[in-house]
């Protein structure tokens, strides 16, 4: 591709708006990720004794391993919502603006 084309999509709206939804996207998963991960670590930090307590009575699971395999299961679902996202809407539409980027060098 020619650097001409790379401008015609990069001028496009719906290349401003591609980007826009895929940055505003990531940040959320990516604020969404570190609230939980810090707001671990300031628990581990300032509650360690909270995440020591057993989920129920004589169970050998306490809550920060029950907490801590929850946190891993929901990142890789947060990963699993990225990656169908991106594999649909956002390759969707960077197709749409490659096609008409195409069309106008025609």
Same mark, same amino acid.
């Not at 990069?10 to 604020?31: G, H, Q, Y």
């Not at 020591?52 to 946190?71: K, N, Y």
């Not at 919502?81 to 197709?95: G, P, W």
């Given at each position: 591709?020619?650097?001409?084309?790379?401008?015609?999509?990069?001028?496009?709206?719906?290349? &401003?708006?591609? *980007?826009?939804?895929?940055?505003?996207?990531?940040?959320?998963?990516?604020?969404? /990720? =570190? $609230?939980?991960? %810090?707001?671990?670590?300031?628990?581990?930090?300032?509650?360690?004794?909270?995440?020591?307590?057993?989920?129920?009575?004589?169970? &050998?699971?306490? *809550?920060?391993?029950?907490?801590?395999?929850?946190?891993?299961?929901?990142?890789? /679902? =947060? $990963?699993?919502? %990225?990656?169908?996202?991106?594999?649909?809407?956002?390759?969707?539409?960077?197709?749409?603006?490659?096609?008409?980027?195409?069309?106008?060098?025609?």
């Amino acid at each position: 591709m020619s650097s001409a084309m790379y401008e015609r999509m990069r001028a496009n709206p719906k290349f &401003r708006e591609l *980007v826009s939804r895929r940055e505003r996207f990531a940040w959320t998963l990516a604020a969404i /990720v =570190l $609230t939980m991960f %810090y707001g671990f670590v300031m628990v581990v930090a300032f509650s360690p004794a909270s995440l020591g307590q057993p989920i129920a009575e004589g169970s &050998r699971l306490t *809550v920060g391993v029950a907490v801590e395999l929850f946190m891993f299961i929901f990142f890789w /679902v =947060l $990963t699993a919502v %990225y990656v169908r996202r991106a594999n649909t809407e956002f390759d969707a539409m960077t197709q749409e603006i490659v096609k008409e980027a195409w069309k106008e060098n025609k």
